[in-house]
């Protein structure tokens, strides 16, 4: 664990929770484990803090951060609103991977909801990320620990490597379960509409509502993770269905650059090119995402070519970023 923060010379602390809380209360930035990825964790009610988090990540201020809470019960005190719908889904799956976009309480900053009316809410299940959240007692603001655009972060390592000293202190609390950020849906607007698929399926949030949860197709609110590019590594990334992979490979062969494909164990790929095995069900596929585009950097690849899963369950989440991952890039790669 990494802790560069100073925190208060009276009583330091000791246990690795107490720890965190301590720097989040001085108004540091924690890097926090949760279910989903690793967190750059601040006090939201503090928007010195907050505004941290968008320097250390070189994120656009306009861009709104997840507030997470330390359980169901603190929900009234960040929405002006919480509709039958939103009290469905928390009994159903908080704490978990789902964040809720509700009409915001007064208290919220607009620096935390990029100036919109709507405050986008979650409650984390990670155990460490539960205990830190329950000894606060507030909430914290936390979007992914790493730079902005990039490949979100699954180990502590991979927050160390992103962040370095610009994070005042990491929290390890071992590889991410689920591997992808939540799923967001929003309520704020009448019928719910997804915003984000993630680390929860839609299937299983349309089975509790028993409506159907559809894509929103406007911009009317903003939530993370909706940027046409996003969760990119520095090298170049194609898609291919399975069914055209080696086609989309054709077009790469000779070219001189250093190939490599995603793809479920098992797959032939052409002499001179590495085959970066991924699981073959959604779920393993999701876990193990962004640990292999690392991968993908850190072997020197020019380009990948990843091979999309159905999009049924997880594979929605996986499909959805992967083509952000490939999509033409408005950031530094």
């Not at 965190?20 to 279910?35: C, F, N």
């Not at 809720?100 to 009316?117: C, E, F, I, M, S």
């Not at 799923?183 to 698929?197: E, F, N, Q």
């Not at 779920?283 to 091979?307: I, K, N, S």
């Amino acid at each position: 664990m990494l802790l560069v923060y100073p925190i208060s010379a009276m009583a330091t602390p000791t246990d690795p929770v107490d720890i965190a809380v301590e720097v989040l209360r001085e108004g540091g930035l924690v890097a926090l484990p949760t279910e989903t990825v690793y967190g750059l964790a601040a006090d939201a009610d503090n928007e010195l803090a907050v505004r941290r988090i968008f320097a250390v990540k070189g994120r656009p201020q306009s861009h709104p951060l997840i507030v997470h809470l330390p359980d169901a019960s603190a929900l009234g005190a960040w929405a002006a609103e919480v509709p039958d719908a939103a009290k469905k889904l928390v009994a159903a799956f908080w704490p978990g991977p789902l964040t809720l976009v509700l009409k915001k309480h007064p208290r919220v900053l607009d620096v935390v909801t990029g100036g919109q009316d709507t405050v986008a809410l979650r409650v984390p299940s990670h155990p460490l990320a539960q205990k830190v959240l329950r000894a606060f007692g507030g909430g914290v603001a936390a979007p992914s620990a790493n730079r902005f655009g990039r490949v979100s972060p699954t180990t502590a390592e991979h927050v160390r490597a992103d962040l370095g000293d610009d994070v005042d202190y990491v929290l390890d609390g071992g590889p991410a379960q689920i591997g992808l950020e939540s799923t967001i849906v929003d309520l704020s607007r009448g019928a719910p509409a997804l915003l984000r698929p993630g680390g929860l399926a839609v299937e299983e949030i349309e089975r509790v509502l028993g409506v159907p949860v559809p894509p929103r197709a406007s911009t009317e609110v903003r939530a993370p993770g909706m940027l046409a590019s996003h969760y990119a590594p520095r090298a170049g990334v194609w898609l291919a269905e399975a069914y055209d992979v080696h086609q989309r490979l054709g077009a790469l062969m000779g070219t001189g650059q250093k190939i490599a494909v995603i793809a479920p164990r098992g797959t032939q790929v052409p002499a001179g090119v590495a085959l970066l095995e991924v699981p073959t069900d959604a779920a393993g596929f999701a876990r193990t995402l962004y640990r292999t585009l690392r991968e993908v950097d850190e072997q020197g690849f020019d380009v990948c070519v990843a091979v999309l899963p159905p999009s049924e369950g997880l594979g929605l989440a996986v499909r959805d970023r992967l083509r952000r991952a490939a999509a033409p890039r408005d950031f530094q790669a």
